[in-house]
Nanobody, 122 residues
Framework: QVQPVESGGGLVQAGDSLRLSCAVS????????MGWFRQTPGKKREFVAA??????HYADSVKGRFTVSRDNDKNTVYLQIHSLKPEDTAIYYC?????????????????WGQGTQVTVSS
């Protein structure tokens, strides 16, 4: 069973940087396209970024501040966030889908982590 596990969240101040990690166990990590999503209370989970072996894709709202990367040797995908804003406060989820194009659709991802909380104070 493929299991993503997120880490790296916490309480930070506006303008800070943060790097989230997602370690994946089970399966063959290099075969998966990985995505990051986030959710705030009362709202739908929204796409943030995704990466496969050749390309990455970002939501318009985070372009220029978020960078997704992966280390296939460590079975880990990262989300680097710069210039954090209070509106970035959310639970951040990592997800894996069978190899293929990056996708913004939540339903296309097969395996999900439990999430890591990011709270940005103003």
């Amino acid at each position: 069973q493929v299991q993503p596990v997120e880490s790296g969240g916490g309480l930070v101040q506006a303008g800070d940087s943060l790097r989230l990690s997602c370690a994946v166990s089970g399966g063959t990590f290099s075969w998966y396209t990985m995505g990051w999503f986030r959710q705030t209370p009362g709202k739908k989970r929204e796409f943030v970024a995704a990466i496969n072996w050749s390309a990455s894709h970002y939501a318009d709202s985070v372009k220029g501040r978020f960078t997704v990367s992966r280390d296939n040797d460590k079975n880990t995908v990262y989300l680097q966030i710069h210039s954090l804003k209070p509106e970035d406060t959310a639970i951040y989820y990592c997800a894996a889908k069978q190899w293929g194009a990056t996708s913004t659709a939540e339903g296309s991802y097969d395996y999900w982590g439990q999430g890591t909380q990011v709270t940005v104070s103003s």
